[in-house]
């Protein structure tokens, strides 16, 4: 595409640098940047300048933040003593909205995954064991949630090792038929595992 | 969706008030930008902030521009006898990609729509009026290439109106069948126009 002018081609080439934004749709954000009020473009550009500037990670968890300690690791409410391990940000934005958890986390950063060059040290392994085996009080239980992709098994299996030696219970979320799915059309590894890992029902007498 | 972090908050904020962006997809647009250099979101939100600064709009056509006037304006090899109206900068790239037009253009920045309050004040006809009254050498003929709607169709319907006592020749691009259609999947008012406006084949002897 020919551009008119050297200020659009440049918006357009640093928008669609962003994943799953291609030229044509850069074409339509900056448009759009170029209709709106001035402002708009600003609180836009600004936002992006601060954040990155600005941005923080916790120095417990990895997760994001404002501060050295992230509002959920500095909340006395939450159980210091349950770690949930997950590989980025969206998965506890995802537990979060769950309202299921009441427990803190700690984020890998990534999933080991030798294809795309990422080992146990390019992740946050070892600040993991740290907290495991110095904080105060004591860390009872490791949930382990990780995508259920070949990725994210190796990871649980190579923390799973990792962990052992430090006498934590170590537990991964549960795999299984998910609400509202229909048994005749799941793949039949989660239908199978599903079955070997059958929940008794129990009947209050 | 609850964020760990003001700065990331706002940053998801902007960026899904773009047009067809959620919120999810926002947040993987930062995390992105989270996790590449620095310099990635330095000069992205560098380019938003000289686009909306500097840009300039042809004096002549209101095409974007890094000037007063736009290269295709400033070329003396296009033909300035030939205007072909387009309603807005993506229709002048579409035209160019063709390689078929050689003339200027000129850019109304919109459509008359009653319903979205868009009536022809809003519209840069005026201007087109006077580059047909006082241009020199006189503009030999106006191209509509506005969209096959209502919209368009009203639009165009005004302007042959506006420019019929300046004695100018005014034409609408072809409408048809277009390449690789077929003809069984075409909708009945294109297939009846396009027999309506045969075109006679000439056979060279």
């Known amino acids: 595409m020919q551009f008119p002018?050297?200020?659009?081609?440049?918006?357009?080439?640093?928008?669609?640098?962003?994943?799953?934004?291609?030229?044509?749709?850069?074409?339509?954000?900056?448009?759009?940047?170029?209709?709106?009020?001035?402002?708009v473009s600003e609180s836009l550009a600004d936002s992006i300048?601060?954040?990155?500037?600005?941005?923080?990670?916790?120095?417990?968890?990895?997760?994001?933040?404002?501060?050295?300690?992230?509002?959920?690791?500095?909340?006395?409410?939450?159980?210091?003593?349950?770690?949930?391990?997950?590989?980025d940000l969206p998965d506890v934005l995802a537990i979060e909205n769950t309202g299921q958890y009441s427990g803190c986390y700690h984020i890998l950063g990534g999933i080991i995954s030798p294809i795309d060059g990422i080992g146990p040290d390019e992740l946050n392994i070892n600040s993991l064991i740290d907290r495991v085996?110095?904080?105060?009080?004591?860390?009872?239980?490791?949930?382990?949630?990780?995508?259920?992709?070949?990725?994210?098994?190796?990871?649980?299996f190579y923390l799973t090792k990792k962990l052992q030696p430090h006498q934590v219970k170590v537990s991964a979320i549960a795999r299984?038929?998910?609400?509202?799915?229909?048994?005749?059309y799941t793949d039949e590894i989660t239908l199978g595992n599903s079955i070997l890992r059958r929940r008794i029902i129990e009947v209050e007498h």
């Open 5 to 39: 002018s050297r200020l659009i081609e440049n918006a357009v080439e640093e928008v669609s640098k962003l994943p799953g934004i291609g030229k044509k749709t850069a074409l339509r954000l900056v448009l759009h940047l170029l209709k709106n009020e001035v402002s």
């Open 49 to 87: 300048t601060n954040l990155r500037r600005d941005i923080q990670y916790c120095e417990n968890c990895h997760n994001i933040s404002d501060g050295p300690q992230c509002n959920i690791c500095a909340n006395p409410r939450r159980d210091h003593q349950l770690i949930c391990v997950v590989a």
């Open 133 to 156: 085996a110095c904080s105060e009080p004591k860390v009872n239980e490791i949930i382990l949630a990780l995508n259920p992709t070949m990725e994210g098994d190796t990871t649980a």
């Open 176 to 184: 299984g038929v998910p609400i509202g799915a229909e048994l005749e």
